[in-house]
C-alpha cells in the first residue's frame, strides 16, 4: 500500500475511533504533531479543536509562526497561555526526570484536563511515534507524551482516552506522510524539536533568565546552520560557570554546548564535522550574549550521550 492508501487509512481509523464524538489535540509545531493536526481535521473537520499551548518554553517567535502556518493552511488554532503554570511547576527542580515529569504533569493533569473539559472533548490525538515508544518501553527515557507505555491509564487518570495515529510511524515515515499531505515544506522538513522543548536543554534550573538565554543561542545555531543539511542542531546551557573575560574585566560566565548530529531516526547519531569557519563564527555570536563566555561543541555520538540534555 502507498502512503496515500495509508494516510485514507489513518483517516478513517480517527474516524471510527471518535464517532459522534469531539476530539482535541495540541499543536506543537514540530512534524509529528502537525500531521496529527492536518489528518484529524480531514477526518474530523470542526469537531476536533486544535490548540497550541504557550508553555513558555518554546523557540522564539514559535506560536506567532505556527499559528500563521495552519491559519494559511485554513486549519484554525486557538492559542492557550500557560506560561506561567509551566514556570511555576518547573520552578526550584534541578533532576532531569522531576523536570519532564512536571512537564507532562502540567500538560495533561493541569491544562489539558480543564481544556477537554471547557471543549466537552472525549479523545485526544496525539503525534506519539514508534520511536517514542520505543526508547520509554526501553527505559531510555520517559517521553513526555507516552501515557500508556508506561502504566498511565489517561481515561482514569485524566478523564479522556488518547489516540495515536503515528505510532507504527518512524520519523523519515511521518515526513513522507506530511509531504503526501501537502504540508509547506518548512514544516515537512523541520528539524527535531522536543515536546518539553528548552526545558531539554537547560541543565539545572529552568528559570525565566535561563530561558532567554538558551532561546538566545537556540536561534544563532538554528540560524547559523539552516542550510548545512543535518538531521538536527541546538544549543544547550550548562549549570556550571566558567572564568572568562569582558571588557578587560574578570567574568564568571555561563557555558552554551553547541550540537549539531545526522541520524536516520534519532535512534543513533553521528556527529556532524562542521568547518571550523563555521563553527568561529557561531562561537563569536553566542559569547556575544550577556554572561555568555564559553561555547564548546559537542562531539559526542549516541550512544553514549542522548540528542538533548535531560
Ligand atoms: P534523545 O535526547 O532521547 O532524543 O536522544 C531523541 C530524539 O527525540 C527528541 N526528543 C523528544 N521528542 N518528546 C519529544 O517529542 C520528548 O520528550 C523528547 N525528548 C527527546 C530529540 O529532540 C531527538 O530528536
Known sequence: ????????????EIREA???????????????????TVLGHRALGDRLKTVFVDTALMRAGEPEYVMKAFADMGIPVELVDARDEFLGALAGLTDPEDKRNAITDTFYAKVF???????GAKFLLHGTILTDIEETIAGIKRQHNILAQVGIDPEEAYGYGVIEPLKTLRKDGVREVARKL???AELAERIPFPGPALATRIVGEVTPERLETV??????????????????YLAV????????IRDGKREFGQIIVVRCIDSVDAREATVR??????????????????????????LTPKPPATVEYI
Not at 532561546?215 to 538536527?232: H, K, Y
Not at 546551557?237 to 572568562?244: K, V
Request: contains cysteine; charged residues 20%.
Open 1 to 12: 500500500m502507498g502512503y496515500e492508501g495509508f494516510i485514507d487509512e489513518l483517516v478513517g
Open 18 to 36: 471518535v464517532g459522534d464524538a469531539v476530539a482535541i489535540n495540541a499543536l506543537s509545531g514540530g512534524v509529528d504533531s502537525s500531521v496529527v
Open 113 to 119: 484536563s480543564r481544556l477537554v473539559k471547557e471543549s
Open 182 to 184: 501537502g504540508l509547506p
Open 215 to 232: 532561546r538566545a543561542a537556540t536561534a544563532i545555531v538554528e540560524e547559523a546552520l539552516a542550510d548545512c543539511g543535518a538531521f538536527q
Open 237 to 244: 546551557l550548562l549549570n556550571d560557570c566558567a572564568t572568562g
Open 273 to 298: 564535522e562542521l568547518p571550523w569557519d563555521k563553527l568561529h563564527a557561531i562561537t563569536q555570536r553566542i559569547t556575544d550574549l550577556p554572561n555568555v563566555n564559553r561555547c564548546l561543541y559537542d
